[in-house]
């Protein structure tokens, strides 16, 4: 029979363009602070997962076998999964499977990405996820293929570029408040539209910066979890699914891999009514049209309705369904798989009334945190609640 | 170490330089070598149709995904594509600014999944616009290889 599971403590490294840290030292560092914060010790934690993505980042090509000793799992039931950009979000999912199936009553769950050793640019590493045969001859980029899916979004709603830049607003100006961020700054809708275009519609101040980092979550059974702490976070939802990478396929107005993992994990949680019933949400915000496109595909908006949330002020931080109160990956940074478990992080954080100054103003039990990625494929989704 | 102590000026970190070197031979595939062939030699694309769902796939395909069937249904299409969407590129691959923007588009096929990307021949973005018909430009039958270089182009139809 299925148990339910607890989030108990977690912990985050600062996000930066590059850290003086291997990625080992910051999965420990990530690891220790959640420890820590859940008052554990390696020794009290049954299970492991760890989440990476590309090895090319790194450049070890058996990410998962060498960060192990930052991950505190030498010695124990290890797992390395990966799904892309999704991975943040899947690595506490996997560890529900370790803790919900009854296998063990603690999991430590840690995602890492330490994406500045690859020269000259991270994204270099994206060349080879393309077709080698339809694609890749063209010298097609990661750009190419969000410009192509931002300019469909907006075509097929009628959405304005000055629509989509208010969500890069709203996440950088809520990462001035987050001590990890790597991009926080109070910038304007003017800002965004005068930066310098890259792959037009997309332009500078819509994308988040490639980072290094890593975060953690512990996982505990309901038993273990009532007894350490008064505060459990329960992870009452999962979902996970994947498109294929014939991402020409697709309708690219919307995710839906992504509604698809939303409805597993409201099912699963017993939510009924998403929009009514979640207090928070952290959806996948690499480029600011993929947080609206997400919030609707987390059935958080209609299709196409989503940008009136941020200029209603509905996903404000002191709105009725605060969206990235930390600041997303526009303004915390894009450490690939470390980015999503912030979120998970931080949804933690703010259900329990810990996050400080970036705590939302309402009064929150029930919160969301999505992740996306590999070839515009993968949804990963969780339901928290307090 | 508290957080707030840490490194954050990149140019303070040490490091050591190394290289992978790593070189891949690719094979397009069963369909993809009659693809490569339709486009070589009649300078068509070709497409593949499940029996079961009626799904017609550009370029061709082995298998239905859906079905997870053998596609044995291959023909060439003769309807022009159309723009799906497109995007203009200011930065090369390298990520330099580029001297002229590139703009390439999605290009797909009326009653078919997937599609093609490829380059437009315009002069500038504002003179596409989404649901344009268009044609491939193709080099002469003579040079072609069945590579995606085969195709210079996606033209608009006058």
């Known amino acids: ?386 | 170490m508290p957080v707030f102590e840490k490194l954050s000026q990149s140019s303070q970190a040490r490091h050591w330089n190394d290289s992978i070197p790593l070189e891949y031979h690719y094979t397009a595939g069963v369909a993809g070598e009659e693809f490569r062939r339709e486009l070589r030699d009649n300078g068509r694309f070709l497409a593949a149709k499940c029996s079961k769902c009626k799904s017609t796939y550009v370029p061709a395909r082995l298998f239905c995904p859906q079905c997870f069937i053998e596609m044995k249904d291959m023909f060439p299409i003769n309807n022009p594509g159309y723009v799906q969407s497109f995007t203009a590129v200011d930065r090369s691959r390298d990520g330099s600014k580029a001297e002229h923007p590139t703009i390439v588009a999605l290009v797909r096929f009326e009653s078919a999944k997937g599609g093609i990307i490829h380059r437009l021949q315009v002069d500038r973005s504002d003179q596409v616009v989404l649901g344009m018909r268009v044609h491939p430009l193709l080099k002469d039958k003579f040079s072609r290889t069945g590579a995606l270089d085969d195709i210079l182009a996606f033209k608009p139809l006058e």
């Open chain 1, 1 to 386: 029979m299925r148990r339910r599971v607890a989030i108990i403590g977690a912990g985050m490294t600062l996000f930066r363009r590059r850290m003086l840290e291997t990625g080992k030292e910051l999965s420990f560092e990530a690891a220790k602070m959640a420890l820590d914060a859940a008052g554990l010790t390696l020794k009290d934690i049954e299970s492991v997962v760890e989440g990476s993505a590309p090895d090319a980042f790194d450049g070890v090509h058996m990410k998962g076998e060498y960060l192990i000793d930052g991950s505190g799992g030498i010695g124990k039931p290890y797992q390395r999964v990966y799904v892309g950009g999704g991975t943040g979000v899947f690595t506490p999912v996997a560890g529900w499977w370790n803790v919900a199936s009854g296998l063990y009553d603690t999991c430590l769950c840690v995602a890492e990405e330490k994406m500045s050793p690859l020269h000259p640019h991270p994204q270099y590493a994206f060349w080879s996820i393309f077709d080698q045969i339809l694609e890749r001859p063209l010298g097609t980029t990661l750009l190419w293929i969000f410009s192509l899916e931002m300019r469909r979004y907006m075509h097929k709603y009628g959405i304005k570029e000055e629509e989509i830049a208010e969500v890069a607003v709203k996440n950088k100006g809520n990462a001035v408040d987050h001590p990890c961020a790597q991009l926080g700054a109070k910038i304007t809708v003017d800002d965004v539209m005068r930066s310098e275009p890259i792959c037009s519609p997309v332009k500078r101040l819509d994308v988040s910066p490639p980072s290094d980092g890593a975060a953690a979550v512990i996982l505990a059974s309901e038993k273990v979890a009532k007894k350490l702490t008064d505060q459990p976070v329960w992870l009452d939802g999962v979902g996970w699914t994947l498109d294929s990478t014939h991402w020409t396929n697709r309708d690219l107005a919307y995710p839906e891999y992504v509604e698809k993992a939303a409805k597993m994990a409201y099912k699963m949680a017993g939510i009924k009514n998403p929009r009514k019933e979640i207090d928070i949400a952290e959806p996948y915000d690499p480029f600011d049209y993929k947080e609206l496109h997400h919030l609707e595909g987390l059935q958080l908006a209609g299709k196409g309705e989503a940008p009136k949330l941020a200029i209603e002020g509905v996903s404000q931080r002191d709105g009725d369904m605060p969206v990235c109160p930390s600041g997303g990956l526009l303004g915390v940074g894009n450490p690939i798989a470390a980015a999503g478990m912030m979120k998970v992080c931080e949804c933690f954080w703010q259900l329990r009334g810990e996050a400080g100054k970036r705590q939302v103003k309402k009064d929150a039990h029930t919160a969301v945190a999505q992740a996306w990625g590999d070839l515009m494929q993968v949804g990963t989704v969780t339901v928290m609640r307090s």
